[in-house]
């Protein structure tokens, strides 16, 4: 059932970023009824809400049903299919660029976000006076987010970079260097030696500088949260479980890698239209 007969949203994915999305989409299960519903229809849904920032029950009439979108949503936020189609994409603009599918380096920040009464997850953050949650998050030289995990904001960052690392521990077999801010320095440095055999690197600010300084390797991560505060389901935690508000970091990462590889193509039929010419 396609839903068809609307205006586009700007936030629809075009056809040369369905083509490169489609593949990764999650096949149906083998039990049950078949599928009835565009995968790409859910996915302009998804795009649209996460976007817009609207809720669940205030997706437009003419996308699929609010139910039907929360359905896949959640699915493939519990099987893992979020994550996986962002490593997926993730390591296709590696590849796309000349480097390494697997990355050999790391940037690691959080980043702390009010949070509704509806958040399970809250916690005061007395550093950025913030209520809510904090993103973990390990981004690549690119930006390209590795690995993200939301724990109450009062969760201090060593302590959270623990529970990420821990969860990528022996998955990343090129990774040596992860560069980091001062409020990471301490133990952890020793832990992420002995126990994930990395090598964990602050990069510190200069005590004489005023104003704003662009430190190295740090604002690569920092881009990446510019990245995702375009999107206003982002600006703020809307979502009740942190493995939802995980799975909306990808989504937008997807959203985002989804743009540049259809770019890539678009520019690639271009140049062979001009040669075949």
């Known amino acids: 059932m396609r839903f068809v007969k609307r205006k586009p949203y700007p936030s629809d994915l075009t056809d040369p970023q369905w083509k490169k999305l489609a593949p990764h989409i999650p096949p149906a299960h083998g039990r049950g009824a078949p599928r009835r519903v565009d995968m790409r229809d859910i996915i302009n849904a998804l795009r649209y809400l996460a976007r817009t920032g609207c809720q669940w029950r205030f997706l437009p009439h003419d996308l699929p049903p609010w139910e039907i979108v929360y359905y896949y949503f959640s699915q493939w936020r519990d099987d893992g299919s979020w994550e996986q189609i962002n490593r997926d994409l993730g390591i296709e603009i590696r590849v796309n660029v000349g480097k390494d599918p697997e990355p050999s380096a790391g940037i690691l920040d959080s980043q702390s976000v009010k949070s509704t009464e509806m958040s399970e997850t809250r916690g005061y953050d007395a550093g950025k006076k913030v209520t809510g949650i904090k993103r973990h998050t390990l981004v690549d030289t690119l930006g390209l987010v590795i690995k993200v995990v939301v724990l109450a904001a009062n969760i201090q960052d060593r302590d959270g970079a623990r529970t990420l690392l821990e969860k990528l521990k022996g998955k990343l077999p090129r990774l040596k260097i992860i560069w980091a801010d001062g409020g990471y320095q301490g133990a952890l440095l020793d832990w992420v030696k002995q126990v994930c055999d990395w090598i964990l690197t602050i990069v510190k600010r200069s005590d004489t500088a ?68």
């Open 210 to 277: 005023k104003g704003f300084q662009v430190l190295p390797h740090r604002w690569i991560v920092e881009r990446t949260f510019g990245w995702l505060n375009r999107y206003r389901r982002l600006s703020k935690n809307y979502e009740r479980l942190p493995a939802s508000s995980e799975a909306m970091v990808y989504l937008a990462m997807i959203t985002l890698m989804t743009k540049r590889l259809a770019n890539e193509l678009t520019c690639f039929a271009d140049s062979l239209t001009l040669l075949i010419e």
